[in-house]
């Protein structure tokens, strides 16, 4: 079992949080996806590095 965590600057208001779970899961069928957050300002490096921090 492999564990994913996804901290994203996509938002929900479209597809692609949706796409990228999918073909995490097309590939290895087993895996724990966790949403740690999609609302990352985009590209915002230090943002995302204080929130996995």
Not at 5 to 32: E, H, Q
């Amino acid at each position: 079992m492999s564990t994913i965590t996804l901290l994203t600057d996509f938002g929900l208001k479209d597809t692609y949080v949706g796409l990228m779970k999918g073909v995490i899961l097309s590939v290895n069928p087993d895996a724990v996806i966790i949403d740690i957050t999609h609302h990352v300002d985009p590209h915002d490096l230090c943002q995302a590095a204080f929130i996995i921090y």
